[in-house]
């Protein structure tokens, strides 16, 4: 799609409420409408972690393509890889509408979706009819509002994927579903983290590889709850950590009115809380445990930017909302510039290199 073109889509797209925006863009990528971007693979890029090679480190988070609708038409606007969900055992409906909210004056989106899921069927259908056509494809996992144990919910999801699924991610971080968030403390996590892992091992005998597991944790735990998180993910088989979900806080917002509403707030303004979280975790988990950073990325340099913080792969969503899904194929083109102007052989190049700085920052 042009950029010359984009704001004119956007203006149309704004005149509707902020859900039937969100169907009507998953209703244009299923009709062709938006061209396939055709990048020239770049070896800087290619990103090897978890057993997997990512051709680059850009990805598409969980929340937009719920049901896996359409998970080869987003990797054609220029991502490396796509994470559906979150997907839920049961179908469940989610909150009551509305339930997203543009503050367009942040370039920030609150949601409070409730995890609005066709449930394990629906999605696993789509994802079969599609696995031979490869690309990296992580599925989200997560628990039915009612169910009697959420975690056995999470084991649920392990069994039906592993067949499917690049990665998988434990989404334990959601603000909209109560009580889920409880299992970021230490013993919940524990018990969640030693089942799913179990799970794994066990259906990796039928599908020929173990899946690696990634767990999404919120932006707003303290220091305190950071170090539980650390100790709980050092003595489990944990694959890697996905650093953050959506927040509760609503601090420098400029709309608000709209900053009144309850929900998880995502969108440029989550950069630099993310952020915060992303290098605090890097410290404390090491060099070598895999991450992917997301919160706020908007631009190249905000991208770059993770990565320096100690992302290895990183994930976007709210942005394009306002930028257009133009803006994949300008970072990852971005982020090749970057390694040809600093003579990087690897994006990786620069992991790291401002970790000391963002873990510094005060999350208060």
Request: aromatic letters at 6%; a neutral charge; proline letters at 6%.
């Amino acid at each position: 799609m042009s950029d010359f073109l984009w704001p004119l889509i956007r203006a149309g797209l704004f005149r509707f409420d902020p859900e039937t925006a969100h169907g009507l863009s998953i209703t244009g990528l299923k009709s062709g409408f938006l061209p396939v971007l055709k990048l020239p693979p770049d070896p800087r890029l290619f990103v090897d972690i978890v057993g997997l090679r990512f051709p680059n480190p850009l990805g598409l988070a969980a929340g937009y393509d719920k049901n896996a609708e359409v998970p080869d038409e987003i990797l054609r606007l220029g991502f490396g890889f796509v994470e559906i969900g979150t997907v839920t055992p049961l179908a469940q409906p989610g909150n009551p509408k509305p339930r997203i909210f543009r503050l367009m004056q942040d370039q920030a989106v609150i949601n409070r979706f409730g995890f609005n899921s066709e449930g394990h069927a629906a999605a696993l259908a789509r994802l079969n009819a599609r696995h031979a056509r490869g690309g990296l494809v992580g599925v989200n996992i997560g628990a039915n509002k009612d169910a009697a144990d959420r975690i056995a919910d999470y084991v649920a999801g392990i069994h039906a994927f592993a067949p499917v699924a690049s990665y998988f991610t434990a989404n334990i971080s959601s603000p909209n579903t109560p009580g889920l968030r409880d299992l970021q403390a230490r013993d919940s996590l524990r018990a969640l983290l030693s089942a799913v892992m179990v799970a794994r091992d066990e259906v990796a005998i039928t599908v020929g590889r173990k899946v690696p597991v990634f767990l999404k944790i919120a932006p707003d735990l303290t220091d305190a709850g950071l170090d539980d998180v650390t100790a709980e993910i050092l003595a489990s088989d944990l694959d890697g950590l996905i650093v953050s979900n959506t927040t509760l806080s609503r601090a420098g917002l400029r709309d608000q009115v709209q900053a009144n509403e309850t929900g998880g707030m995502s969108g440029k303004p989550l950069f630099e809380r993310s952020t915060i979280v992303l290098a605090k975790m890097r410290k404390r988990l090491g060099g070598n445990f895999p991450i992917i950073g997301v919160g706020g990325i908007h631009s190249v340099e905000s991208a770059a930017e993770k990565i320096r913080a100690g992302a290895d792969l990183i994930q976007l969503y709210s942005s394009i909302v306002y930028e257009g899904p133009g803006l994949p194929g300008r970072i990852v083109r971005g982020l090749s510039d970057l390694c040809t102007r600093g003579k990087l052989g690897s994006i990786r190049d620069i992991r790291d290199s401002r970790a000391d700085y963002w873990a510094n920052e005060s999350l208060t």
